[in-house]
């Protein structure tokens, strides 16, 4: 098992930039992947970026070019680097893994984007 805890998070102008930061609660170097997620109000859960163990990332199609998701296991942590931000990523952002089929959220941390 594994606890996350999201921060960062905020309110920034369009265009603006924000780091968030994912702590977990348990060493991340047997954890093979980590990812962001993201849920703005009315719709669905949505993958933003993910980690392997080995740096591999991958990114949703609409935040590439402008996020960067990394992450230090000695640290425990994984931190997703926002840039140029639209309106439409307003969400709650949201940690995750899965390990033995089990998913593992954090509470999230709220990001709004004002024009």
């Known amino acids: 098992q594994v606890q996350f805890v999201e921060s960062g998070g905020g309110l920034v102008q369009s265009g603006g930039s924000l780091r968030l930061s994912c702590a977990a609660s348990?060493?991340?170097?047997?954890?093979?992947?980590m990812a962001w997620y993201r849920q703005a109000q009315g719709k669905q859960r949505e993958l933003v970026a993910s980690?392997?163990?080995?740096?591999?990332?991958n990114y949703a199609d609409p935040v590439k070019d402008r996020f960067t998701i990394s992450r230090d296991n000695a640290k425990n942590t994984v931190d997703l680097q926002m840039h140029s931000l639209k309106l439409e990523d307003t969400a709650v952002y949201y940690c995750?893994?899965?390990?033995?089929?089990?998913?593992?959220w954090g509470q999230g941390t709220q990001v709004t984007v004002s024009s």
């Open positions: 980690i392997t163990s080995s740096g591999s990332t």
């Open positions: 348990r060493s991340l170097f047997r954890i093979p992947i």
């Open positions: 995750n893994t899965r390990l033995a089929s089990a998913d593992y």
